[in-house]
Every structure is written in C-alpha cells, then in structure tokens.
C-alpha cells in the first residue's frame, strides 16, 4: 500500500506538471498566432514553425526534457527576430513566456516530496566537448 500511495503521489504530481506545460503551450501558440497574423514574411514565418514543431514534441514526449529547452531556446530566437522588425511588444511576450518555460523546467517533476521522478533529462544526451561519441 505504500508503494501505491507514492506512485499514485507521483502520478498525480506528473499530471499536474503536464497540465502546466500544456497551459505554457498554449501561450505559445495563441502568441504565435498573433504573430503570424502581424507579420508574414518568410523569416518569421520559419522561426514561428520551429517553435510549433518544438511545442508539439514536448506535448507529445513530456519525459524528454531536450524538447522543452528547445521550445525555449526557439522563443528567444523569435523574439530576438521580432526585435529586429521593431516590435518590441510580441518580442516582449515571448520573452515572458520563455522565462515561464525555464521556470517550469527548472521545476518539472518534482512531487511533494522533492523526489526527481524524471525518466529521461538532456544531461543524459550531452557529449562532452573534445569528446567523441
């Protein structure tokens, strides 16, 4: 019985870290939306299907902590994009909502308790520089 009361800790601690992201995605994607309505060259246009494609992998696949990171990383890139343009103001949404996804995954998986329950972490998948793999 223990043992089903922390799987069950954990798993609810899982769906509620999903129901997080999931709200984070969202963002992602009514932000992006916005910003393909405003501005629909192809440079844009690349950097908005990225971030997406990115978006969508890290629903599909929460355990793999790489795909979030790169949802983060591709919002910088589009708000460094957008910056550029001169619009500050979806540069300064996207910001927002990057600093919201470092946080998140700054926090993810970690139930009541402080235990780690991740599966899979991007540390696992890092090559050393010099190193060959």
Known sequence: MGQAG???????????????WTRIISDVICITSLVLQ????????D??????????????????AAYRQRVSASLL?????LRAYGNVTFAAQLNSINDRCRKFDG???KTDNGRDVRRYHAEHYRVPQGNNA
């Not at 922390?6 to 997080?20: D, K, P, Y």
């Not at 405003?38 to 440079?43: I, L, P, R, T, Y």
């Open 6 to 20: 922390l799987l069950s800790e954990a798993s609810g601690s899982l769906n509620s870290t999903n129901n997080i």
């Open 38 to 45: 405003g501005h629909a060259n192809q440079q844009i246009i």
């Open 47 to 64: 950097r908005v299907t990225v971030v997406r494609g990115y978006a969508d992998l890290s629903v599909m696949y929460p355990n793999i």
């Open 77 to 81: 890139s589009l708000s460094e994009t």
């Open 107 to 109: 926090s993810t998986f």
